[in-house]
């Protein structure tokens, strides 16, 4: 089973309880929306959240639960859309909670995910799309060393207003340049 550990999380494969939990507790900031506005849905969609895990995994994506030390579930963080040919994928990453958001859980969890892209599986490319209205996404992001490379104007309708998507990558020898390993 893959483990992947950070300083103070775990990241690893998602048992169907654990999808229940992510879903039961995730909170929307009001304060800084993103796209998914989840509220309103059942058990059962958590169920079929699951099922879609178990279906897409290791073929188009790798999705894996961040799980505090003492085995809190808090979120997930996945690779998307694994194109094998071109080397590419896009991340993507929530933490349920609020209380759980803005306080590095996130950024380990994101430079784990890339340390599985590029180093374990080979991949040459990472994309990441977030909201303008999601600071602390863009933070962790650039922390990680993703270059914004466009903006999608008022590509997104929320809440009663346009909002712009931010488009970032990482390249493999951007990651490797940042984290001191060598290139090719």
Avoid at 38 to 65: M, P, Y
Avoid at 86 to 101: A, D, H
Avoid at 172 to 179: C, G, V
Wanted: aromatic share 8%.
């Amino acid at each position: 089973m893959l483990k992947m550990e950070g300083k103070d999380i775990v990241l690893t494969v998602l048992e169907r309880e654990d999808c229940r939990r992510i879903w039961q507790d995730n909170e929307y900031d009001f304060a800084h929306p993103g796209e998914d506005f989840n509220i309103g849905h059942s058990i059962e969609k958590a169920d079929q959240w699951f099922e879609e895990i178990q279906r897409l995994q290791g073929e188009r994506n790798v999705r894996l639960g961040i799980f505090l030390r003492d085995g809190t579930v808090i979120g997930d963080v996945a690779l998307q859309d694994i194109d094998r040919m071109n080397r590419t994928c896009s991340v993507g990453m929530g933490i349920s909670r609020l209380e759980y958001r803005s306080r590095g859980y996130g950024g380990q969890a994101l430079a784990l995910i890339l340390r599985l892209a590029f180093e374990h599986m080979g991949l040459e490319r990472v994309t990441a799309d977030t909201l303008a209205t999601n600071p602390g996404a863009r933070r962790s992001l650039e922390r990680a060393g993703f270059i914004l490379e466009g903006v999608q104007r008022r590509a997104v309708y929320l809440g009663g207003r346009r909002i712009d998507r931010l488009n970032f990558a990482i390249l493999r020898d951007e990651y490797d340049r940042l984290f001191n390993h060598s290139e090719g």
